[in-house]
């Protein structure tokens, strides 16, 4: 069975969102939905000449919304959101199928730690964001490089005309550093620069000098990092992407030359006037991203992630949408260690076991309901001696508070006592009770308490369904704290060369 993914994006030319989509579309039936490209963004550029459509344009943002626009007789096995101009979706944690978001240039636009929130799953381009996901609430947040596109980067035997090339943007502010390091290099060597978007054109461009200069804005390991590689260039890029783990996935001299500002000059010499040990980097470098770091390599490994969590990922044919009136359909796709306060889950062990729940916990409000439930669960504990902690569970479904804790501000001490960052915790609770609550203008008890409502529902005409995540992080701490750890920096000038 052929698995049917459905991916949420603008479109866009010349970008991430078309290798991605053509990646998915080589291994699996997949269905590219989302806004048109904002063609008043693109100005006089002729990357609109390398547009690749969506196969279903239409402007919703509502992940409800979407599933009326594709095909009757096609239904998603998953849903996967890429960073794009697109709007954020919305009543994403009402879909019954596993959900995903790709985050590209994180540093560019945080709120993607806000938009990424209701999504089962997040993979993140740059690993120093990761942490920043899980901390704001993401709990599954993982690391997938960014990756090459053999149909658009590729070597061509051209005369080696230039010391060093460079393809990309120098115009704005975030590419000042940029821009200074070239400059340097052309006071020194026969540098060569030229802003285009064939990617044809491109590879040529680069292939036609002995290095490749790049140099990342936010020591981001970036698309041209692969790109060059793939086009068998030797790649001439800035040491400090480390820290995003450029050297985890690539020797340093062996497939790859990095550089800082006070090296930069004397190793680019060196490399230039080595004509084998060029020929041998750029060799090796071809070699592997051509087996490691493809596009579809990428797609297959996210596949492969959230199937290790969804065990039922493909085989799932019950509907798209949650039930409302069905507190076991709220049971997040991804939850592995469950606590059932209350114990108002109807599957059995058995069945939710399929489901990739590895341990189920109830937790009773007292002894005597135990006989009730006998063998349903690996644990049962006792509200009065209930002993869980972060390690025990990912996920809360309770029934109920109320009949437990005094009042909300007690559950939500207590949920966020037991949950580990990125933890669910699903409520069914009476709405006269939570009513108050859902209205105030001030900061719900929940944030204060550490939780981001992601989605509720009506129950009945008396109970209604939440759905929250615990975050460790608000998302303005971790914005400034990144804004803090990767501004946009100013370029350094060893003192030798200043004026």
């Known amino acids: 069975m052929s698995l049917k993914v459905c991916i949420y994006a603008q479109e866009q030319p010349l970008h991430w969102i078309p290798h991605y989509a053509e990646a998915f579309r080589a291994l699996y039936d997949t269905i590219v939905i989302g806004p048109p490209v904002n063609m008043e963004n693109m100005g006089p550029s002729r990357a609109i000449d390398y547009l690749v459509p969506n196969d279903i344009r239409c402007d919703d943002d509502d992940a409800l919304a979407l599933l009326d626009h594709l095909p009757p007789d096609w239904r998603p096995d998953v849903l996967i959101s890429i960073q794009s101009f697109a709007k954020p979706l919305r009543n994403v944690g009402k879909l ?155 020797e340093d001299g062996r497939h790859l030359i990095t550089y800082d500002d006070y090296d930069m000059l004397a190793l680019a010499r060196r490399y230039i006037d080595d004509d084998a040990a060029r020929k041998e980097i750029g060799e090796a470098a071809l070699k592997e991203v051509q087996e490691k770091h493809s596009y579809e390599r990428r797609a297959a490994s996210i596949i492969e992630r959230v199937l290790e969590t969804v065990p039922s990922l493909g085989f799932y044919d019950g509907p798209l949408v949650k039930n409302p009136a069905c507190l076991d359909d709220w049971l997040p796709a991804d939850a592995e260690k469950v606590a059932d306060v209350g114990c108002g889950l109807k599957q059995s062990r058995a069945e939710l076991r399929k489901k990739g729940v590895r341990k189920l916990i109830g937790v009773q409000r007292n002894a005597s309901a135990d006989s009730q439930v006998s063998g349903k669960y690996d644990d049962i504990f006792h509200w009065a001696d209930c002993t869980l902690s972060p390690s025990d569970v990912d996920t809360v479904v309770w029934n109920e508070p109320l009949v437990f804790a005094p009042t909300f501000e007690d559950a939500f001490v207590w949920a966020n006592e037991v949950l580990p960052a990125g933890g669910v915790l699903v409520m069914h609770v009476n709405l006269a009770a939570i009513l108050p609550y859902l209205k105030t203008v001030e900061t719900p008890c929940w944030v204060r308490h550490g939780f981001y409502r992601t989605a509720w529902d009506a129950f009945s005409r008396d109970t209604v369904l939440l759905v929250f995540r615990k975050f460790t992080r608000s998302w303005s701490d971790v914005a400034t704290n990144i804004d803090e750890r990767f501004p946009v920096r100013e370029p350094v000038i060893p003192e030798d060369e200043r004026v």
């Open 96 to 250: 019954a199928i596993p959900t995903a978001h790709i985050s590209v240039d994180t540093w560019h636009d945080l709120s993607e730690f806000k938009a990424a929130l209701p999504f089962d799953f997040v993979f993140c381009a740059q690993p120093v964001f990761q942490p920043y996901f899980t901390d704001s609430g993401s709990r599954r947040a993982h690391w997938s490089p960014l990756a090459y596109n053999p149909r658009c980067h590729f070597p061509v035997a051209v005369e080696k005309t230039h010391d060093i090339t460079f393809a990309g943007s120098l115009d704005f502010v975030a590419d000042n550093e940029r821009a200074a390091r070239l400059r340097r290099l052309g006071k020194h060597f026969d540098a060569a620069y030229e802003r285009i978007v064939d990617p044809a054109d491109v590879c040529r461009m680069f292939c036609r000098g002995k290095l490749a200069f790049n140099s990342s804005v936010c020591r981001d390991v970036n698309m041209r990092v692969f790109e060059v590689m793939g086009m068998g260039c030797p790649l001439f890029t800035n040491r400090d992407a480390d820290v995003n783990g450029l050297l985890e996935l690539f």
